[in-house]
Nanobody, 120 residues
Framework: QVQLVESGGGLVQPGGSLRLSCVAA????????MGWYRQAPGKQRELAAI???????NYADSVKGRFTISRDNAKRTVYLQMNSLKPEDTAVYYC??????????????WGQGTQVTVSS
């Protein structure tokens, strides 16, 4: 059994910063990509940022230069540092990871989501 547990969401004023964290727990043999998707009300879920096991990163155009994704493989944790937040960043942020369990194959896992609200 694998779980992704997120933390760090909340309410912040425009221009502010937040840091999201997501830790993978369970019978994990290997972790490939880790990332963050987000879903705003009435919109489809979209990629915000992703990082591979080799530390290559990819960002949505809308967050480039403001968000930074990083990971700590020893802690099985991925982070999303969000700076210069805008009201349009308001969404539920979901942690994503491709994980191989002991004796298994790589499978996509999702966290439960954490709300980020940017408002004055």
């Amino acid at each position: 059994q694998v779980q992704l547990v997120e933390s760090g969401g909340g309410l912040v004023q425009p221009g502010g910063s937040l840091r999201l964290s997501c830790v993978a727990a369970g019978s994990i043999a290997s972790i490939a990509a880790m990332g963050w998707y987000r879903q705003a009300p009435g919109k489809q879920r979209e990629l915000a940022a992703i990082i591979t096991s080799g530390l290559s990163t990819n960002y949505a155009d809308s967050v480039k230069g403001r968000f930074t994704i990083s990971r700590d493989n020893a802690k099985r944790t991925v982070y999303l540092q969000m700076n210069s937040l805008k009201p349009e960043d308001t969404a539920v942020y979901y942690c994503y990871s491709a994980i191989k369990t002991t004796g298994g194959v790589f499978t996509a896992y999702w966290g439960q989501g954490t709300q980020v609200t940017v408002s004055s």
